[in-house]
């Protein structure tokens, strides 16, 4: 299985700044993903990061506000912009590769004050 | 209605019991169940995966669907207090987007 390694782990972030979240893959997969995980709810799936190319976003997620760059197989990273209280979540990196099942790094949570 | 309903917890039950997960689905396209769990503070691992209506089993864990029904279940005999943790079934159809249930946190008492 892939070891993902995620940085920061958690981070205080003051309205209105914008944090940067890497994920990196200890081997080349096809697929790499950006979730988020709010208190109580469902992980959900902002988008998929392309190796090369602009990530696929979600409904309800855009680039602007979450830009996202592939500049490899092995790493991404996924920037939060301009951020207000409601972003205060968990942001998940997972990759999936051929018959391999989502994997998840160990989170970046963020609070937002 | 959410694709995926999670029975919502938490369950709190004695080492030794059966724990009994549960989730229901709405979209018949789903091929893919998965079963993750989640420590605090981590990320979810994967604990099982299936494909077809049936029974899976692995170890202590069992994994159970019935594309019928859209029903999927886990259960966890002779459960220990290292199974306490967040459990999140998923699904997807035969592309690559996952759809989870909330999430059932459990704990095990010694």
């Known amino acids: 299985s892939a070891v993902i390694s995620q940085k920061p782990s958690r981070d205080i972030c003051q309205r209105g700044t914008s944090l940067t979240i890497q994920c990196q893959v200890d081997?080349?997969?096809?697929?790499m993903f950006w979730y988020r995980q709010q208190p109580g709810q469902s992980l959900t799936l902002i988008a998929t990061?392309?190796?090369?190319?602009?990530?696929?976003?979600e409904s309800g997620f855009v680039i602007d506000k979450f830009p996202i760059s592939r500049p490899n197989l092995t790493f991404s990273t996924l920037t939060v912009s301009n951020m207000s209280p409601e972003d205060s979540s968990i942001y998940l990196c997972?990759?999936?590769?051929?018959?391999?099942?989502?994997?998840f790094g160990q989170g970046t949570r963020l609070t937002v004050v | 209605q959410k694709e995926v309903e999670q029975d919502p917890g938490p369950l709190s039950v004695p080492e030794g019991a059966i724990v009994s997960l549960n989730c229901t689905y709405s979209?018949?396209?789903?091929?893919?169940f998965m079963w993750y769990r989640q420590y605090s503070r981590k990320g979810p691992e994967l604990l099982m995966y299936?494909?077809?209506?049936g029974n899976k089993e692995d170890g202590r864990f069992t994994a159970q669907v019935d594309k019928s029904s859209k029903y999927i279940s886990l259960f966890i005999r002779d459960s220990q207090p290292s199974d306490s943790a967040t459990y999140l079934c998923?699904?997807?159809?035969?592309?690559?987007?996952?759809?989870f249930g909330a999430g059932t946190t459990v704990t095990v008492r010694a």
């Open positions: 081997s080349q997969v096809t697929m």
């Open positions: 997972s990759v999936r590769d051929a018959q391999v099942e989502a994997f």
């Open positions: 979209n018949s396209a789903f091929q893919y």
């Open positions: 998923a699904m997807r159809r035969g592309d690559y987007k996952l759809s």
């Open positions: 990061a392309n190796q090369g190319s602009e990530a696929t976003y």
């Open positions: 299936t494909y077809s209506s």
